[in-house]
């Protein structure tokens, strides 16, 4: 219908799924920590809020997150796919070369991707 209601285009989760497993790309989950507690996460994600990402990636920033890397694979998610999408613009803005919109929670949990609680 409208392009804006579906914000993550489809992603080959058979070839995402064993770069997060083998560390070669960092998995991102753009959640309020409230909402891991209601949901969950994916297993070996990262949870960086989407308000505290622009901090957090910027690698000159006292705070940057040690996991995150302009140089090193980026996959991002969220509930639906809609701040996951935005996330991947800006880390795209900041220089960043891969980053994956996998969508939301579901979307990893329905690829086989793991949920822990």
């Not at 969950?40 to 705070?63: E, F, K, S, Y």
Request: glycine share 8%; proline share 9%; with cysteine.
């Amino acid at each position: 219908m409208f392009a804006f209601l579906n914000p993550a285009p489809a992603v080959d989760f058979n070839a995402i799924l064993p770069r997060i497993t083998a560390g070669e790309m960092t998995l991102v989950d753009v959640r309020e920590p409230s909402e891991l507690s209601m949901t969950g996460q994916a297993a070996g994600a990262v949870n960086i809020p989407l308000m505290r990402l622009p901090t957090m990636a910027d690698t000159r920033h006292p705070d940057s997150h040690p996991a995150l890397a302009p140089d090193m694979p980026v996959a991002v998610y969220c509930a639906s796919g809609a701040r996951s999408a935005q996330a991947k613009r800006l880390l795209e803005r900041m220089g960043y070369a891969e980053v994956v919109n996998l969508g939301g929670l579901s979307d990893w949990a329905r690829a086989g991707g793991a949920v822990t609680r």
